[in-house]
T-cell receptor, first 112, second 109 residues
Framework: DGGITQSPKYLFRKEGQNVTLSCEQNLNHDAMYWYRQDPGQGLRLIYYSQIVNDFQKGDIAEGYSVSREKKESFPLTVTSAQKNPTAFYLC???????????FGPGTRLTVT | GQNIDQPTEMTATEGAIVQINCTYQTSGFNGLFWYQQHAGEAPTFLSYNVLDGLEEKGRFSSFLSRSKGYSYLLLKELQMKDSASYLCAVMDSNYQLIWGAGTKLIIKP
């Protein structure tokens, strides 16, 4: 079955630690995205990648980093520089610009 | 700035019809998407409108008026499983999705 997987579903970290969230897709999609979702707010774009070995900052990239070494994988690192990292993180992929995005199940990160 | 507005919460009765509105102001327009998101889960695609008019897909329909910066999602024959948040998103001139905060729909028996 084709789809997007994110792991883990729940993640707990202490303040000051970096943490990497995984995102894998087997849909053969070129484009991948990372969003953050907070209560009462729309999804906000952190980073996106339209092709392997290339990625662009979204609206809220500060304190985050990504890599796109393989088409299937787009991991997100939440660094200690991110001031308010506790949130629900969603990864998505699409075949191109105007096509719908397919979402993974999300990772809920709690930093204390 | 870019802005998407939709009601925070709506309540409807099982078997009834509900209309969820979305108004937008964005830099450019390359289409409007509606997604459904159950609590704690991933958003799933419902519809895409790029031309004015009504798109019907089973119990769900979506309408767009580009001149008014307005869309609505119409849900008919409501079922309990339709209880979810409905997200409106507009693709701007840079092909980036601008998301509304979502409308939480509560279905009562």
């Amino acid at each position: 079955d084709g789809g997007i997987t994110q792991s883990p579903k729940y993640l707990f970290r202490k303040e000051g630690q970096n943490v990497t969230l995984s995102c894998e897709q087997n849909l053969n999609h070129d484009a991948m995205y990372w969003y953050r979702q907070d209560p009462g707010q729309g999804l906000r774009l952190i980073y996106y990648s339209q092709i392997v070995n290339d990625f662009q900052k979204g609206d809220i990239a500060e304190g985050y980093s990504v890599s796109r070494e393989k088409k299937e994988s787009f991991p997100l690192t939440v660094t200690s520089a991110q001031k308010n990292p506790t949130a629900f993180y969603l990864c998505a992929s699409s075949t191109g610009d105007v096509n719908e995005q397919y979402f993974g199940p999300g990772t809920r990160l709690t930093v204390t | 700035g870019q802005n998407i507005d939709q009601p925070t919460e709506m309540t409807a009765t099982e078997g009834a019809i509900v209309q969820i509105n979305c108004t937008y102001q964005t830099s450019g327009f390359n289409g409007l998407f509606w997604y459904q998101q159950h609590a704690g889960e991933a958003p799933t695609f419902l519809s895409y409108n790029v031309l004015d008019g009504l798109e019907e897909k089973g119990r769900f329909s979506s309408f767009l008026s580009r001149s008014k910066g307005y869309s609505y999602l119409l849900l008919k024959e409501l079922q309990m499983k339709d209880s979810a948040s409905y997200l409106c998103a507009v693709m701007d001139s840079n092909y980036q999705l601008i998301w509304g905060a979502g409308t939480k729909l509560i279905i009562k028996p």
